[in-house]
């Protein structure tokens, strides 16, 4: 079973930056699909971000896109979500997700295997 961890996440203006971490707690997490979700409040949970093993594909949701960044280190079975300018609308529990393998519909929900707790991250006006 593999677990994961989110952190990072907390209050900041709008404008600024975060970055978000998913630290994993199996070895084989370099093999892992992985992405991240949010719920914003009252709404239902969406796609954000996904990266693939390597790292060499990344895909994005087209509000994120340009914003947003995903990298990972396989050697510390982490991956990152770099935050820039980010919005009020923002605003929601990210979730880190992952599954072994590789995926072509990345943005299900469905398709992981394995979810964090989520990270709060409220950026106010």
């Known amino acids: 079973q593999v677990q994961l961890v989110e952190s990072g996440g907390g209050l900041v203006q709008a404008g600024g930056s975060l970055r978000l971490s998913c630290a994993a707690s199996?070895?084989?997490?370099?093999?892992?699909?992985v992405a991240w979700f949010r719920r914003a409040p009252g709404k239902e949970r969406e796609f954000v971000a996904a990266?693939?093993?390597?790292?060499?594909?990344?895909h994005y949701a087209d509000s994120m896109k340009g914003r947003f960044t995903l990298s990972r280190d396989n050697a510390k079975n982490t991956v990152y979500l770099q935050m820039n300018s980010l919005k009020p609308e923002d605003t929601a529990v990210y979730y880190c997700?992952?599954?072994?393998?590789?995926?072509?519909?990345?943005?299900?929900?469905?398709?992981?295997?394995?979810w964090g707790q989520g990270t709060q991250v409220t950026v106010s006006s």
């Open positions: 199996d070895r084989t997490f370099s093999n892992f699909f």
């Open positions: 997700a992952a599954r072994n393998g590789y995926l072509f519909d990345y943005n299900r929900e469905a398709r992981y295997d394995y």
């Open positions: 990266i693939s093993w390597s790292g060499a594909r990344t």
